[in-house]
């Protein structure tokens, strides 16, 4: 057979294995997901139903590529490729629920039309509660809507009671544990007046309905095969779903690395994957590989020195036999402007050398961080694709739009309808709430809002009121954005360049049948937003990467350079500093490095701003290599320093030559 003569053994083993259950845990690179893929294409040669096979990872873009990949291999095998399409449940934990719950509905007390709200939707309902009980005005400070729902999502992902999640992880807040529970239980049942789920509702509806037998034998039998990857970022609700669905575990592939968790901040625990084998008699099968195919043995010596500290680890160190000279490198930049300089100048030097934009990527711990970056690469004309930063859908006239198509989809939902009444000019909120007040419990909301006359001083309440009226999709978009379009104008300023914004959500909704499975996707996954000065890229052109590095998991790129690897950044200095959340840290750091295959680019920009939240402001630190990389830790790295050229540096040494801070703390270790 072919198509298995390129694995090594075992892979081949794994793609080969029977039906009992099978874990693959290994090392980045290590060719997990391609193991995976040839499995799926093995499992289809022998006659699978592709319409009986779960695939899920962390996000539809992963399992979008997951299966182009299946479907080539098979169509090598059988000359027919199965298209991507065969394969009808393909996607994320959380999609797949808000389908099957969905489906199921009616069968279990939902209301089929329910929209899903985003996080930020679901922090402006936290708030709304939190102002209802009265808890804003506290006279000591409440916890903030964002920590709310950090909390709530935290409790409801873990499983763990609410009094043990405040103490190990929102200390501050422990006073607040009587408060926070009636808050949350009104938070509860704000939603289910508004017929609204929220991200966390997607998987604990489904782990709740896994628990009744019934319904977990009809769901279970949906499929003959589930297969997962990046299991290693799951969380407790996760597992539990997944065992319910195959109890046995016939049928049941999950793959992963436990040096590559990143996602415990989302209450994501290694515990999944280290005790899925015991989970089951006898135990599943396991699978490590140890050879890594990716990247060069220079960067994976730097990634291994890196990982190597790590204080819990099950998967080993990786070998490749891809040899270089070159080393990964190590740049010190006097600051971030320079470093978005540089890495433009790389970037276009590589391009000379052959390389494609396409193949190369810039990661960065947090979204705002590649802000100087993005003004240069527009500045040079460098076309890019930002992954993970969610931009293009929180932009106000996205959401605007959004929120017209989700009212009108389920006219209870609160926090939408808030934002689409206040649109129309004379509407404000007081008058707005009054509206959703009178609407909120009659049958049919939709009819109700019609037959009320116009709030006085508030013009275009009719055209409102027929552009919310049920009409055939895509169209009904294009509708939704006409009427949209003298809003838009009114409130902003920069409207001709906001239009595009739209026009591209049109353009995206036009691939999707319906209204509800694109709001679906739109919220469960935001499309990537793209260089809006540039202009979007055309699918054939090319384009530069640029990504978090929680967006980057599974992917790889010649060319990777890495932003801000210094402390404050990675490690963030935004967590609890408890040593588990520095752990998590380090791994990021471990992410990183190998996405890249052939290059590896660390910044290391001496001075920085961050920007936290508002009321803090802009933050200017002087920065320090990151304590993942230690000075014995050097010699895997050529380390370098750039400065531009036009610089005038008198004859004082170059900012980067010496790292005090980092020194004063090898002493310690
Ligand atoms: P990650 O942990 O980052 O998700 P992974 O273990 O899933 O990585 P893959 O992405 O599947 O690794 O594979 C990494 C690279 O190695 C890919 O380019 C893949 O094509 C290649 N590769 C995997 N297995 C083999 C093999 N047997 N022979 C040649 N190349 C391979
Ligand atoms: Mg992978």
């Not at 890495?562 to 490690?571: A, E, K």
Request: a neutral charge; hydrophobic letters at 45%.
């Amino acid at each position: 057979m072919g198509y298995l003569q390129n694995l090594n053994d075992a892979q081949r083993a794994a793609v080969e294995h029977g039906l009992e259950p099978l874990l693959i845990i290994a090392g980045a690179g290590s060719g997990k997901t391609n193991t995976l893929a040839h499995r799926l294409a093995h499992l289809l040669k022998q006659g699978a139903d592709p319409r009986r096979i779960l695939l899920m990872t962390f996000s539809r873009r992963a399992a979008s590529e997951l299966t182009r990949r299946v479907s080539r291999i098979t169509e090598s095998v059988m000359g027919t490729g199965y298209a991507a399409e065969a394969l009808t449940w393909a996607g994320t934990f959380h999609g797949i629920g808000a389908r099957l719950l969905r489906d199921l509905a009616l069968q279990i007390g939902l209301n089929p039309e329910f929209t899903i709200h985003d996080r930020e939707d679901s922090a402006d309902l936290m708030n709304l509660c939190r102002h209802e009980l009265g808890f804003s005005k506290a006279q000591i400070r409440f916890p903030a809507k964002g920590t709310c729902l950090a909390i709530y999502s935290r409790v409801v992902n873990s499983g763990i009671p609410l009094a043990e999640v405040l103490i190990d992880h929102f200390p501050w807040c422990a006073m607040w544990e009587v408060e926070l529970k009636r808050l949350f239980g009104a938070y509860v049942a704000a939603k289910q007046a508004q017929n609204v789920l929220d991200y966390d509702d997607l998987l604990l509806a489904w782990a709740q309905v896994m628990q009744d037998p019934g319904f977990a034998a009809h769901i279970g039998a949906l499929w003959d095969h589930v297969l997962i990857d990046e299991y290693q970022d799951t969380n407790r609700l996760q597992a539990r779903i997944l065992l319910a669905l195959k109890p046995e575990g016939r049928g049941l592939t999950v793959v992963g690395d436990d040096a590559q968790s990143i996602y415990a901040f989302r209450a994501a625990t290694v515990r999944n994957i280290l005790d899925f084998p015991g989970a089951f008699t006898p135990p599943a099968r396991v699978v490590t590989l140890e050879r890594n195919y990716r990247s060069t043995q220079p960067i994976l010596t730097a990634a291994n020195a890196v990982i190597a500290r790590a204080s819990e680890r099950f998967t080993k160190d990786l070998w490749s036999d891809r040899t270089s000279l070159e080393k990964p490198r190590l740049v010190n930049l006097p600051n971030e402007g320079d470093q978005a300089r540089f890495v433009a100048d790389q970037v276009l030097a590589n391009r000379e050398t052959g390389m494609t934009l396409k193949q190369q990527a810039v990661l960065f711990r947090t979204s705002s961080h590649s802000g100087q970056l993005e003004i240069e690469l527009t500045r040079r004309n460098i076309p890019f694709v930002k992954f993970g930063g969610l931009k293009f859908l929180e932009a106000a006239h996205v959401k605007d739009l959004l929120a017209l198509l989700r009212f009108a989809q389920n006219p209870r939902d609160r926090v939408a309808g808030f934002r689409l009444l206040q649109l129309l000019p004379g509407l404000g909120p007081g008058t707005a709430a009054k509206v959703l007040d009178r609407i909120a419990t009659v049958p049919d909301p939709l009819a109700a809002l019609a037959q009320m006359p116009a709030p006085t001083k508030v013009t275009g309440w009719e055209d409102l009121i027929a552009v919310l009226q049920p009409a055939a999709w895509p169209e009904a978009l294009g509708r939704a954005r006409v009427w949209y379009e003298p809003h838009l104008e009114r409130i902003h300023e920069d409207a001709e360049f906001r239009r595009a914004d739209l026009l591209q959500l049109e353009q995206i909704a036009s691939a999707y049948h319906s209204r509800e499975k694109f709001l679906t996707d739109v919220t469960l996954d935001p499309p990537e937003a793209t260089s809006a000065e540039a202009g979007v890229p055309l699918k054939d052109e090319d384009y530069l990467i640029l990504s978090t590095i929680h967006s980057a998991k599974g992917q790889e790129w010649k060319a990777v350079f890495v932003l801000n690897v210094v402390d404050g950044c990675i490690s963030s200095d935004l967590g609890t500093g408890q040593s588990a959340d520095l752990e998590e840290e380090r791994r990021l750091l471990y992410v990183a490095m190998t996405r890249a295959k052939d290059q590896l680019t660390l910044g290391v920009p001496l001075r920085f701003y961050v920007t936290q939240q508002a009321k803090r402001g802009d933050r200017h630190l002087f920065a320090a290599r990151t304590r993942f990389i230690t000075s014995d830790m050097l010699q895997h790295f050529d380390v370098t320093r750039w400065a531009p050229p036009h610089a005038t540096e008198a004859a004082s040494p170059a900012p980067g030559s010496v790292d005090i801070r980092a020194s004063m703390r090898d002493m310690w270790g």
